[in-house]
């Protein structure tokens, strides 16, 4: 099929939910992807930050056949061999934890704030339902992710949305103290603000939210549903700053594709719930699992958590010396290979479309942000064709600022 006819497809029988580019594409290989007229493109966004080790890396391809081959599904009434050997992986790359798998990063981040309250009641804080989060997260689309999310344009739709949520500005540390009472039973945060335009989250912030949280009894929730398992140069964001959670989710770059997501929490906060207070059909099935087990294989192997540090470092330089004196380009910013372009104005959408035909995959995460996550496998050289091409484009703007 052309565009054309799959665009006519799913005009007619898809919901029209997504805002999608012009595009099919129909195959992938490492950091690169072709569409249907058989033009190759660069992606730099790896399915949002989902495909860390690559398009059809050869080990995770192998080990879904294998997987698939074998068995499929049985539910979670049963034990399945690459479940149980991932729970214990998730673990020993934590020190510490005890895993509930599921779907998506929502799904995930919907365990942790009902694992949250349920340790609360476990320890005899029935009263207690706050949630303390950060404006301009992003923790999923359900109702109660969707109530978590610090955005309030995306809450407008579906109002009224449930009301435990109290929302502080990131980085404030006093407005974090006084939203953290007695009638908090968690606060949830991301280290990098993924969606919120990929904003970092500074030591001190971190250090207080932790201290409140030990102080009033809450629990301390990190969402590293985007940032996990390499992307900014250590396994999880959070160990950046020597501060740990006693939750954090993961999802994305996990299944290598494949939909599966973690909640892992400390064993105490873990042992509040009893069997039938959380389940799943579908997570943590046999082959997400073996997916995420090959997945986790790859990035030790290649080194992958040390090549993000390094090739983060190399492209926001490169960036920042291209762009040096070009008034279009306020910063550039980010962790590891997680990171964003802020514009001078609100031209990201453009950016986007025109990279796009240039053959670099980006995407915006504001009207004036632009949002770089490939695939950690990327080399140099495609770090420099990214640049050429950005800097090309950002020279157009340059007066407009």
Excluded at 127 to 144: E, Q
Excluded at 159 to 169: G, I
């Amino acid at each position: 099929m052309n565009l054309e006819q799959i665009r006519a497809l799913d005009s007619r029988y898809h919901m029209n939910v997504y805002g999608r580019l012009p595009v099919a594409f129909v195959r992938g290989e490492g950091a690169l992807l072709w569409d249907t007229e058989g033009k190759q493109y660069l992606d730099f966004l790896a399915g949002i930050a989902v495909m860390s080790v690559g398009h059809s890396h050869p080990k995770v391809v192998e080990a879904i056949r294998e997987q698939a081959g074998t068995l499929t599904h049985v539910s979670n009434l049963f034990y399945t061999e690459p479940q149980a050997i991932l729970a214990e992986r998730l673990h020993d790359l934590l020190g510490w934890g005890k895993v509930f798998f599921s779907n998506s990063g929502a799904e995930a981040n919907e365990c942790a704030l009902k694992l949250a309250r349920r340790w609360a009641r476990a320890r005899g804080a029935a009263d207690r339902s706050g949630v303390v989060v950060a404006l301009g997260s992003f923790h999923g689309r359900t109702f109660t992710t969707l109530a978590a999310t610090g955005q309030p344009h995306k809450h407008e739709p579906f109002a009224p949305l449930p009301a435990w949520f109290t929302y502080v500005s990131l980085n404030d540390e006093e407005a974090l103290d006084q939203a953290v009472g007695d009638d908090t039973t968690a606060v949830m945060l991301e280290v990098v603000q993924g969606e919120g335009g990929v904003r970092l989250a500074t030591p001190e912030y971190l250090q207080a939210a932790r201290k409140f949280c030990e102080e009033r009894s809450a629990a301390l929730i990190f969402d590293e549903v985007q940032t996990g398992l390499g992307r900014t140069g250590k396994w999880f964001a959070f160990q950046h700053y020597d501060i740990a959670p006693d939750i954090v989710t993961l999802a994305k770059a996990l299944g290598g594709g494949l939909p599966i997501g973690a909640c892992i929490a400390r064993e105490d906060v873990a042992d509040a719930f009893k069997p039938g207070d959380h389940a799943t059909t579908f997570g943590g099935g046999p082959v997400p699992c073996a997916a995420a087990n090959a997945v986790l294989d790859v990035i030790e192997s290649e080194g992958l958590v040390a090549r993000a540090a390094e090739a983060g470092e190399k492209l926001i330089g490169r960036l920042s010396a291209a762009t040096e004196g070009n008034g279009a380009v306020r910063e550039i910013r980010g962790l590891g290979l997680l990171i964003a372009i802020e514009l001078g104005g609100d031209w990201a959408a453009e950016i986007v479309v025109k990279a796009l035909a240039k053959g670099l995959v980006v995407n915006n995460v504001a009207p004036n942000a632009v949002r770089l996550a490939p695939p950690l496998i990327v080399s140099d050289d495609q770090i420099e064709q990214a640049v050429e091409i950005l800097t090309g484009i950002l020279s157009e703007y340059g007066d407009a600022s």
